[in-house]
C-alpha cells in the first residue's frame, strides 16, 4: 500500500542529533519508508500529486520513531491492578506467582492482546519479551502485526539451556504471515535463578554465535547482595566472568549497579534498560543516571509487565527517568543530562540495543514504523520545544496514529489489529474469572 | 438543559469510602445531580424512559466526581517547555521572571485558555489560581465556563495588604454569567515575599472574617532555611504565631515539614496541597508521605504550574504520589498507605480543602461537576480494581468527558469553552511571540 503524509513536521535523526522537518510529506510504500521530502525539493509539486492509495494531512503534527520497549512481559496485563500496596515477596509470591502458575497458552494469547493495544495507544512500537508460553504470545504480536523480540526467560528449574539455541533458531527463522516481525536473543531469566554449569553452558552458545546477551541483572538490592554473597563478586562481574558481555546486549533494570559494572557495561558496550515505572512503584531503588551518564553508558528503556508497573505507557517512563534520578542524586542543578537525551533512549537507542538499524529513525529506505503526535493537544501548546515537550508534557492522548512495518494499526483511538477490541476484553475478562476460580 | 446518563458504573463516595454502583443512571437537571438510580429503584423504568434533552448512554464507563486541582497559576502555560533542565535560580531568574514581567491582561486571557482545555482533557474540574492579571485570567474561566478559586498572592512589595480584602470581596460577589464559578480565599504568596507587618495585617483580616489562609509553605529546603535563618523558626510555625492557621486553610507544597509543622497543620485542620510533579521535576524534594498519612495530616492535590511541571495532569500527580515518597522513605514494604487514599486527596479533600462540599461527590443535589473514565481503554482493562487502575495505570487518555456545573465542556476530543480551540492555539502563539521578541 502507498499512503502519503502531507503538511507534517518530521523528526529526523542525523548526526546524532534530533531535528524537526517543517512542512514535509513523507511516502510510505509497502512496509518501507520510500521518500521524505519538503517545498525545497524539485519534484515537489509533481510527488505531491502522483498517486497514492491513501493521503494523510498531517495538519502540522509531528512524525516519530516509535517508542521502543526494550524490556517487557505482555501477558501480564492480567495482574494490573489486582493486588498494590504490598510487601515485594508477599505480593509476588502470594499474588503472582501462584496465578501465572494457572496461564494456559489461551490465557497469555489474549492477556498479550491487551498489551499490544496498550502499546500502539501510546506509540509503542516493539515488545521485547521474556515469559513463558512464547508460542502463544508471539502468535498474538503475529496477528496484530506488531513487532515482538524474545528475550529468552531461561532459569536452571528448565534443566538444558540448549533450549535457548532451539528458539533462537526457531523464532529467528519462522515462516508466513507477519513471520518478519518475530525475532529472538540469547539470555536468561537471571543470576539468581541459575547456577555456574547453566551460565556456563549458555556461555558456550553466545560464544559460539558472537552474539549478545540478555538478562535481568540488579534490579533490586537484595538480589545484588544475595549474588555478592554467593559469589564474591557482583552479577555484573558474575555474567562478565563468563565472557557473556562480549558481544553486548543489556541488562534489565540495572538500577543496583556499582561504578565498576558501569565501567564494564561501557567497555563491553553493553545497555541498560531503564525500568523507572517498576523500579519507582516497587520501590526497588532509583538507577544513577547522572553518573551513568557521565560514564557515557548506553541505555536503552522498557516499561517491565503490567503487574509492578502498572501500566505500558512511554510517557510516564521517560517523565520519570527525566526527574526522579536527579531528585534523588546530588545534582540538585538539574544539568546532568537533559531532556533530549532521555528522548534518544526512548527511540533511536532501542533500536540499537538489539541491533535493529532498519527502525531506528525516520529515513528513506528503513522499515515504516512511526507515531503521529497531536500538536493539538493543550500538553503540546504553545509549541516551545517539541521534544522537551514530548518528555515532560506528552501523554498517551498525544499518540494519533502508530504504524508499523507500514501499516496503520492504530489511529484516532480506532485499532486494526485482527481482532475486535471488544472481543479482545470481553474473551481476557472470561479467561482471567476463570483462572481466578482455580485457585 | 436535562440530560440522562445510563449504563453507567457510578463511583459513589459514602461514610468515607469509595464505592462503585453498576448498572447505575445519573440526571443532570440544570446545574444540578437530580437522581442516580439502578434497576432497584421501584420507578425505574419509568424514570428512564421519561424525556430528557439529551442520554447519554455510557455502556459500561465510570463517572466519577472531577479532580481538584488545589495550586496552580494557569496562566504559565506559555514557558511550558521553553528553558529546561537548568538549575532553579537561573531557570527562574533568567528564563520565568523577565517575561513574566512582560505579561498582559491579553496575554493571560490566552495563556489561562490552554490550561482550561488541559484541565478538562485531564479531568479537573477546579483550579485554585494564584497569579497576577486576576481579572483577565477570570475572565478567560468564565468565559469558558470553568470553576476558578483566586488563592491570594500577596506580597510586600503590593505595599498594601487591604487589597485582599478588597479582592476577597470583589471576587466571591461577581455578577453576570457564570459568576457563581468564581470565588475568592485569603493568603499571600509566602513567608519569604512578606515581612512581619504585612503578615500582621493580613492576620488581623484573617481573624476579624473568620476563614482560612492560603499560602506556599515550606516548598524548599533554601527557602525553608532561611525562614528558620530570619525568624528562628519553620515557616508553618512563623504563620501559626500570627494565628493564620487558626481557621484551616492550606501550605502549598509543604515538603520541608518537621514533625512539629505536620502536628501544628493536624491540629489547627490545615491541609498540606501536594504538587509532586513539579517537586519532582525541579529536584525540591520529597514529601514524607508514610509520616503524614501517620499522623492524619489532611492533604489536597494540585499541579502547580506549567513552566515546572510542566504539564496539567492529575493523573501523572497521582502516580507521583503513591510511589516516589515510598521509594523515597523507610516504607519498602509499600504499605503505608494506599492508592484509594491518594484518589481521594485528589477528589474529595480537594473540595474539603476548600469547603465546597457541592462539588465534592456525586450526589443527589450536588452540583453536577462529573468526569467520564473511557473503561475500554486498554490501560484500564481487563477490570480489577477501578480506583487502583485510575491511580496507578490511568492517563488523560481515559478521560471521555468533563461536565461542570451540569454543562458539557469536553467530549471525546472536543472542546465547548466559548472560544475555538484553533483561535486559543493561533492567539496564544501571536502573542508568546511578540512577547518573546520585546525581550
Known amino acids: 500500500m502507498s499512503i502519503l503524509f502531507k503538511n507534517a513536521r518530521i523528526l529526523k535523526f542525523e548526526d546524532e542529533n534530533f531535528n524537526v522537518l517543517n512542512d514535509a510529506c513523507l511516502i510510505v510504500n509497502g512496509k518501507k519508508i520510500k521518500k521524505i521530502f519538503t517545498k525545497e525539493d524539485k519534484n515537489y509539486k509533481k510527488t505531491l500529486d502522483a498517486s497514492y492509495e491513501r493521503v494523510i494531512d498531517c495538519k502540522g503534527n509531528l512524525l516519530m520513531p516509535t517508542f521502543k520497549n526494550c524490556h517487557a512481559h505482555s501477558p501480564m496485563t492480567f495482574l494490573r491492578s489486582m493486588r498494590d500496596d504490598l510487601p515485594l515477596r508477599e505480593w509476588l ?26 502499546y500502539l495507544a501510546s506509540g509503542i512500537g516493539l515488545s521485547v519479551d521474556m515469559y513463558a508460553h512464547k508460542d502463544a504470545y508471539v502468535s498474538a504480536f503475529r ?11 531461561f ?12 528458539d533462537y533458531i526457531k523464532y529467528n527463522n519462522l515462516k508466513g504471515k507477519n513471520a518478519d516481525l518475530v525475532g529472538a536473543r540469547f539470555g536468561v531469566h537471571s543470576e539468581y535463578l541459575n547456577n555456574d554449569k547453566t551460565i556456563k553452558q549458555v556461555a558456550d552458545i553466545v560464544h559460539r554465535y558472537k552474539k549478545p546477551f540478555y538478562a535481568h541483572i540488579c ?21 562478565d566472568k563468563f565472557g557473556l558481555l562480549d558481544y553486548g546486549g543489556a541488562g534489565y533494570h540495572s538500577v543496583w549497579l556499582t561504578e565498576n559494572d558501569m565501567d564494564i557495561y561501557k567497555k563491553k558496550n553493553f545497555y541498560a534498560v531503564l525500568n523507572l515505572g517498576s523500579n519507582v512503584k516497587l520501590a526497588s531503588g532509583t538507577i544513577n543516571l547522572p553518573l551513568m551518564f557521565k560514564k557515557k553508558v548506553n541505555m536503552a528503556m522498557g516499561t517491565d509487565g503490567a503487574a509492578s508497573n502498572n501500566n505500558l505507557n512511554f510517557f510516564k517512563e521517560m517523565f520519570l527517568a527525566s526527574s526522579v534520578p536527579k531528585l534523588n542524586s546530588e545534582d540538585k542543578d538539574l544539568t546532568s543530562y537533559k531532556a533530549e537525551e532521555i528522548f534518544k533512549i526512548a527511540t533511536i537507542n532501542g533500536a540499537r540495543c538489539f541491533d535493529m538499524p532498519e527502525i531506528e529513525s525516520l529515513e528513506e529506505g528503513k522499515l515504516a514504523d512511526l507515531v503521529m503526535i497531536d500538536m493539538k493537544n493543550p500538553s503540546m501548546q504553545p509549541i516551545n520545544n517539541i521534544i522537551t515537550n514530548i518528555v515532560y508534557s506528552g501523554s498517551t492522548a498525544c499518540v494519533k496514529l502508530t504504524m508499523i512495518n507500514g501499516k496503520i494499526l492504530y489511529e484516532d483511538g480506532k485499532y486494526n489489529v485482527g481482532e475486535k477490541v471488544d472481543t479482545i476484553y470481553k474473551t481476557a475478562e472470561k479467561l482471567k474469572n476463570q483462572l481466578l476460580a482455580k485457585l
Do not use: Q
Open 219 to 239: 534490579e533490586t538490592k537484595r538480589e545484588t547482595d544475595e549474588c555478592i554473597a554467593r559469589h564474591k563478586i557482583t552479577p555484573v562481574e558474575y555474567f
Open 155 to 166: 532459569d536452571e528449574r528448565n534443566i538444558d539451556p540448549n533450549i535457548i539455541e532451539e
Open 93 to 118: 509470591f502470594e499474588n503472582c506467582f501462584p496465578k501465572e502458575a494457572l496461564l494456559t497458552d489461551d490465557d497469555v494469547y489474549w492477556y498479550t492482546y491487551i498489551a499490544i493495544l496498550e
Open 143 to 153: 496477528d496484530a502485526g506488531f513487532r515482538v523480540i524474545i528475550s529468552h526467560d
